[in-house]
C-alpha cells in the first residue's frame, strides 16, 4: 500500500478522479468549491495592512475579498506542503532554476526565465481575479457545477495559453 | 447541509489547509506541478493536464449533482459576462504560457523545489492580484458586466433537463479521452 504512495507519478487519470472526489468533499463539507486565485489576493491584502492599513481600508476589492487567513487562504501553503510531501517520498524533490523544456529553446540563465515567469505571474494574478477564478475554481469546480461561465472561462484560458505557447515556442523560439 | 461546520471558521481553516494538502498531493502525483508538462499541454504534445481534469470534471459532476439532489450540497455557479470571462479568461491564458503553471499547480511546483514557480510565479501573482485590486473600482460596473450571458448554467442555457445534460457531457468528456488514448496523445 504505501508503495503506492511514494511511486513518482500516478496515471493521470487516478489523480483527477481523486481530484473530482476531494472536489464534492469541499462542496459538503466547506460548502465551497476548491479555488486558488483568491489566497493571492488575500496575501497581498494582509502584504499591504502591514505596510499601509489606511490606505488599504480605502480598496474596494478587499472588502469583497478579506484579507484574512482563512479557508480560501490556507488552501495554498496546503497546496505547498501536499506536494512537498508527494515529491519528497517519492524522491523527486529537487531544486531547479529552469525547467528543461524552457532551457533547450531559451537556455538556462535563470535571470531570463525568472523575468518572464514573472511576467507570467502578475498576467496570471491579474487575469485570474478578471475572470473570478482559476483552472481550479473555474476549469474543474465551476465545470463540476455545470456553469456556464467557468466553462466559457475555462476555453478562453486554453485559448490563450495554446495560442502565446505556440506564438513563444514555435515562432520566436523556431 | 453541515451548516454548523461551515459556519466554524477555526474547522474551516483547519479544512482549508488539509484540502490543500490533499490537492497538492494529487497535483503532484497527477505529474501537473511539473512545467513541462503544462507547457507540453499548451503545445498540444502532452496531454496530462486534460485528462487530469477531465477525470476530475467525470467524477466530480455525477457526485455534486448526486449530493445537491440529496441536498447536501448547493450551487455556486454564478452568472457571468463576455467582459468578465472572456477577456480575464485570455489574459489569464497569456500568463498561463509565459508562467507555464496557474495559481494552483504553482503552489504545487514551489512545493517540488521549483524555484520559477516561487520567486517568479509566486511573486507575480501577488503583485497581478494587487494590481486588480487598483482598478477594481474602474471596471466593476463597466467592462465586467459587459455581455452578460443569458443563463447561469448549461442545462438553463441549452433548456434541458439536468441530468441529460449531465449525461451527454460525461458521454462527450468520456468519448474525448477515449480518443486521445486511441491515438497514443
Known amino acids: 500500500m504505501f508503495e503506492y504512495f511514494t511511486q ?22 466547506s460548502d465551497r468549491p476548491i479555488g486558488c486565485s ?9 502584504i499591504g495592512k502591514a505596510i499601509d492599513p489606511a490606505r488599504m ?21 496546503g497546496i505547498v506542503i501536499g506536494a512537498f510531501i508527494s515529491a519528497f517520498i517519492s524522491g523527486s524533490f529537487h531544486i531547479l532554476w529552469v525547467p528543461s523544456t524552457w532551457g533547450s529553446i531559451f537556455g538556462y540563465d535563470p535571470i531570463l526565465r525568472i523575468a518572464v515567469a514573472l511576467t507570467g505571474g502578475i498576467l496570471l494574478g491579474f487575469g485570474s481575479r478578471w475572470a473570478g477564478g482559476c483552472t481550479s475554481g473555474h476549469g474543474i469546480n465551476g465545470s463540476i457545477q ?6 466559457i472561462t475555462a476555453c478562453c484560458f486554453f485559448a490563450g495559453g495554446i495560442a502565446t505557447a505556440v506564438l513563444l515556442y514555435r515562432v520566436i523560439g523556431a | 447541509m453541515l451548516v454548523r461546520l461551515h459556519k466554524n471558521k477555526n474547522a474551516q481553516i483547519v479544512l482549508g489547509l488539509l484540502f490543500g494538502i490533499a490537492f497538492g498531493f494529487l497535483l503532484q502525483k497527477g505529474g501537473v506541478t511539473d512545467y513541462n508538462v503544462i507547457i507540453g499541454q499548451l503545445l498540444l504534445t502532452d496531454f496530462t493536464v486534460l485528462k487530469v481534469m477531465l477525470s476530475a470534471v467525470i467524477v466530480g459532476m455525477i457526485g455534486f449533482h448526486l449530493l445537491k439532489y440529496f441536498g447536501h450540497v448547493q450551487s455556486h455557479a454564478a452568472e457571468g459576462s ?50 486588480f485590486a487598483e482598478v477594481y473600482p474602474q471596471l466593476k460596473n463597466r467592462i465586467l458586466v459587459w455581455g452578460k450571458f443569458p443563463a447561469v448554467t448549461v442545462p438553463e442555457f441549452l433548456k434541458l433537463n439536468l441530468w441529460i445534460v449531465i449525461i451527454l457531457m460525461e458521454m462527450v468528456m468520456i468519448g474525448f479521452l477515449v480518443v486521445l488514448e486511441h491515438f497514443g496523445l
Request: glycine share 18%; proline share 4%; with cysteine.
Open chain 2, 82 to 131: 463576455i467582459g468578465s470571462n472572456v477577456i480575464g479568461g485570455l489574459i489569464f491564458g497569456v500568463g498561463f504560457a509565459f508562467l507555464g503553471y496557474c495559481p494552483g499547480t504553482v503552489a504545487g511546483a514551489v512545493g517540488t523545489g521549483a524555484l520559477d514557480a516561487l520567486l517568479g510565479g509566486m511573486v507575480g501573482l501577488l503583485i497581478g492580484a494587487g494590481f
Open chain 1, 38 to 46: 483568491s489566497a493571492f489576493v488575500k496575501a497581498r491584502g494582509m
Open chain 1, 57 to 77: 481600508k480605502t480598496k474596494e476589492y478587499y472588502r469583497e475579498i478579506v484579507p484574512q487567513v482563512d479557508w480560501a487562504f490556507m488552501i495554498i501553503p
Open chain 1, 146 to 151: 455545470l456553469s456556464l461561465a467557468s466553462i
Open chain 1, 8 to 29: 513518482e507519478l500516478w496515471s493521470p487519470y487516478v489523480a483527477g478522479a481523486g481530484v473530482g472526489v476531494l472536489s464534492c468533499l469541499a462542496f459538503l463539507l
